[in-house]
């Protein structure tokens, strides 16, 4: 089961400080520094850790951060398929003592799709497709979403993300009517739901894309519903050191499993234990030394 992996990839300026400062505070920080990241390339990572047949859809622009990800796919020979004169942007991912983190975002070239550019993927080699939010927010996000009604085959995974509330109801209506199994974390189902208990807000929302939503819970584990039941699927508890990438490693762990045609609930559970070593190291993604480690394959 191949997956068609819409999104970006970008390079994350992990800026590591006590705590956040309030507004007119100064902070020092304790350390910088440069990695790949991106919502799409983490999902994709996983699914090359786990084997799984994929291909990255995501624009490499120009300028310094574009060369940082150009740099980084020809190292990996990761295939270029969009190449914009646009320069690329960049995301300062800005993480605190507890290890959560705060995002501040530059969207350039990898965050902009052309209508075109579609016409170069052959669907029928696709039976997955994964989009997330920040993409379908930007004004190219309708060219995304109409690819997607042109193609009702493809099963879509969709993480709509923190930014949720910013992407505009007409988009969000068109997406939903297409089904998507949908992957957020509770304080984006809550506010996206106007609901104050998860159970409601899963409820509430399932009533729209009329199939399965998985909700990550941090240290809680993971809640998900379908057509036939609702379940609370515990995790490990583990001593963070940052939080970016957790949610992306999570879905993009689900897939893969689902793409080896792992049933639902024991894709949820591996992908509870990848997160959970993803939140105990720096940056978004695994190392093939680091996922071996965990021994799923």
């Given at each position: 089961?191949?997956?068609?992996?819409?999104?970006?990839?970008?390079?994350?300026?992990?800026?590591?400080?006590?705590?956040?400062?309030?507004?007119?505070?100064?902070?020092?920080?304790?350390?910088?520094?440069?990695?790949?990241?991106?919502?799409?390339?983490?999902?994709?990572?996983?699914?090359?850790?786990?084997?799984?047949?994929?291909?990255?859809?995501?624009?490499?622009?120009?300028?310094?951060?574009?060369?940082?990800?150009?740099?980084?796919?020809?190292?990996?020979?990761?295939?270029?398929?969009?190449?914009?004169?646009?320069?690329?942007?960049?995301?300062?991912?800005?993480?605190?003592?507890?290890?959560?983190?705060?995002?501040?975002?530059?969207?350039?070239?990898?965050?902009?799709?052309?209508?075109?550019?579609?016409?170069?993927?052959?669907?029928k080699d696709f039976q997955f497709v994964y989009i997330?939010?920040?993409?379908?927010?930007?004004?190219?996000?309708?060219?995304?979403?109409?690819?997607?009604?042109?193609?009702?085959?493809?099963?879509?995974?969709?993480?709509?993300?923190?930014?949720?509330?910013?992407?505009?109801?007409?988009?969000?209506?068109?997406?939903?009517?297409?089904?998507p199994i949908l992957h957020l974390n509770k304080s984006?189902?809550?506010?996206?739901?106007?609901?104050?208990?998860?159970?409601?807000?899963?409820?509430?929302?399932?009533?729209?894309?009329?199939?399965?939503?998985?909700?990550?819970?941090?240290?809680?584990?993971?809640?998900?519903?379908?057509?036939?039941?609702?379940?609370?699927?515990?995790?490990?508890q583990v001593e963070p050191v940052d939080t970016i990438?957790?949610?992306?490693?999570?879905?993009?762990?689900?897939?893969?499993?689902?793409?080896?045609?792992?049933?639902?609930?024991?894709?949820?559970?591996?992908?509870?234990?990848?997160?959970?070593?993803?939140?105990?190291?720096?940056?978004?993604?695994?190392?093939?030394?680091?996922?071996?480690?965990?021994?799923?394959?």
């Amino acid at each position: 089961m191949k997956t068609l992996v819409i999104g970006s990839t970008v390079c994350d300026v992990v800026i590591e400080v006590e705590r956040m400062p309030k507004i007119g505070e100064d902070e020092n920080i304790r350390q910088q520094s440069l990695h790949i990241g991106g919502c799409a390339f983490n999902v994709s990572r996983m699914l090359a850790l786990f084997q799984s047949a994929y291909v990255l859809f995501t624009p490499v622009g120009q300028g310094v951060y574009g060369d940082f990800v150009r740099q980084y796919f020809k190292q990996e020979k990761i295939p270029i398929l969009l190449e914009p004169a646009r320069s690329n942007g960049c995301c300062y991912c800005i993480v605190d003592q507890s290890g959560e983190r705060t995002f501040i975002c530059e969207h350039g070239a990898e965050y902009f799709f052309e209508e075109e550019w579609f016409d170069r993927i052959n669907t029928k080699d696709f039976q997955f497709v994964y989009i997330c939010g920040l993409e379908i927010e930007e004004t190219s996000g309708d060219q995304i979403i109409s690819f997607l009604e042109k193609n009702p085959h493809l099963t879509i995974f969709f993480a709509p993300g923190p930014r949720i509330c910013k992407i505009a109801k007409e988009k969000m209506q068109r997406l939903l009517a297409l089904h998507p199994i949908l992957h957020l974390n509770k304080s984006e189902i809550l506010s996206f739901s106007n609901q104050n208990s998860l159970e409601k807000a899963v409820e509430e929302t399932y009533l729209l894309n009329q199939n399965t939503i998985i909700v990550t819970l941090g240290a809680e584990g993971t809640y998900y519903k379908d057509d036939t039941e609702s379940f609370f699927i515990p995790t490990k508890q583990v001593e963070p050191v940052d939080t970016i990438g957790a949610g992306d490693g999570h879905i993009g762990t689900v897939i893969a499993c689902l793409s080896h045609s792992l049933p639902l609930k024991q894709a949820i559970q591996v992908a509870n234990k990848v997160s959970g070593k993803i939140v105990q190291k720096k940056g978004a993604t695994l190392t093939k030394e680091e996922f071996a480690e965990l021994h799923l394959i």
